[in-house]
Antibody
Framework: QVQLQQWGGSLLKPSETLSLTCVVYDGSFNDYSWSWIRQSPGKGLEWIGDINHRGDTNYTPSLKSRVAIFLDTSMKRFSLRLSSVAATDTAIYYC??????????WGQGALVTVSS | QSALTQPASVSGSPGQSITISCTGTTSDIGDSNFVSWYRQHPDKAPKLIIFDVYSRPSGISNRFSGSKSGNTASLAISGLQTEDEADYYCSSYSSSAPHVIFGGGTKLTVL
């Protein structure tokens, strides 16, 4: 059964770059898209973007200028980079496997706090 | 403000049935069969419980069922159990970007 394990995050200062990585265990990597979703107290769940096995990406418009998702097929992992972070980027960030328009499973989540 | 509207909270007693609504627009729920539901226990990641409006993933109890009418999707839970106490989120495909949107979540309390 496929499992996602993520690492990265913790405490960042405003204007720094957020970096998170998610590794896929025990499942096919090439048959799906791979997503990042965040959860903040004020805004609930927010889809950030995803990448397919060919490296094609889609991003939510509100973050598109600051976000990038990368793929490492050989290592079965994908990464999120969010530049110029601000306090409003404080959230729990989840990675997830995307099938069609739903997400399953999810990674364990990583808390990212942006504070000076 | 979330794109899909859910009640902030619902409650029920063990053994009872409840329904959680999720209201969108003609650009998302009203024009899509790609509605999904997630359950989230405290300090845990969300877990898929319904996809494509009605379908249950393997391993999800048939006490959970989904439906849709017009711009509103619903999640029904029958035979409430204490383990059902959690936050529930709906999600839908949207024809306008971003193409994946979520509801604000509903806290289910099992009294």
């Amino acid at each position: 059964q496929v499992q996602l394990q993520q690492w990265g995050g913790s405490l960042l200062k405003p204007s720094e770059t957020l970096s998170l990585t998610c590794v896929v265990y025990d499942g096919s990597f090439n048959d799906y898209s791979w997503s990042w979703i965040r959860q903040s107290p004020g805004k609930g769940l927010e889809w950030i973007g995803d990448i397919n096995h060919r490296g094609d990406t889609n991003y939510t418009p509100s973050l598109k200028s600051r976000v990038a998702i990368f793929l490492d097929t050989s290592m079965k992992r994908f990464s999120l980079r969010l530049s110029s972070v601000a306090a409003t980027d404080t959230a729990i960030y989840y990675c997830a496997r995307r099938q069609s328009h739903w997400f399953d499973p999810w990674g364990q989540g990583a808390l990212v706090t942006v504070s000076s | 403000q979330s794109a899909l509207t859910q009640p902030a909270s619902v409650s029920g007693s063990p053994g009872q049935s409840i329904t959680i609504s999720c209201t969108g627009t003609t650009s998302d729920i009203g024009d899509s069969n790609f509605v999904s539901w997630y359950r989230q226990h405290p300090d845990k990641a969300p877990k898929l419980i319904i996809f494509d409006v009605y379908s249950r993933p393997s391993g999800i109890s048939n006490r959970f069922s989904g439906s849709k009418s017009g711009n509103t999707a619903s999640l029904a839970i029958s035979g409430l159990q204490t383990e059902d106490e959690a936050d529930y989120y709906c999600s839908s495909y949207s024809s306008s970007a971003p193409h994946v949107i979520f509801g604000g979540g509903t806290k289910l309390t099992v009294l």
